[in-house]
Nanobody, 123 residues
Framework: QMQLVQSGGGVVQAGDSLRLSCTTS????????MGWFRQTPGKVRDFVAS????????TYADSVKGRFSISRDNAKNTVDLQMNNLNPDDTAVYYC????????????????WGQGTQVTVSS
């Protein structure tokens, strides 16, 4: 079992930045690729970004490319999502997720999920 605990989020204005963090006490963290997803009411959970278990590869949704950055520290068991130049379309509940070994863009492939954190961007 892997419990993921998220922090960060909040209410910001368009153009502002936010940093989301996700941490776990699981000793197997370095074997898991990590992803960030977001969801708005009535919609499916959308892929935002992922990072391979060793940090060697990252992938981003087109909508966030160039604005968001995912990073991880396997020594501290953390994965972060730095979000810059936020706009109202980024408003959603954001989730971190863990998938053993290879990363995926598909939410259904992930094994463990954080509790979610609200990000609200006002215009």
């Amino acid at each position: 079992q892997m419990q993921l605990v998220q922090s960060g989020g909040g209410v910001v204005q368009a153009g502002d930045s936010l940093r989301l963090s996700c941490t776990t006490s699981a000793r197997t963290f370095s074997s898991y690729s990590m992803g960030w997803f977001r969801q708005t009411p009535g919609k499916v959970r959308d892929f935002v970004a992922s990072i391979r278990y060793d940090g060697a590869n990252t992938t981003y949704a087109d909508s966030v490319k160039g604005r968001f950055s995912i990073s991880r520290d396997n020594a501290k068991n953390t994965v972060d999502l730095q979000m810059n130049n936020l706009n109202p379309d980024d408003t959603a509940v954001y989730y971190c997720a863990a998938k053993y070994f290879r990363a995926s863009l598909n939410a259904d492939d992930y094994d463990y999920w954080g509790q979610g954190t609200q990000v609200t961007v006002s215009s």
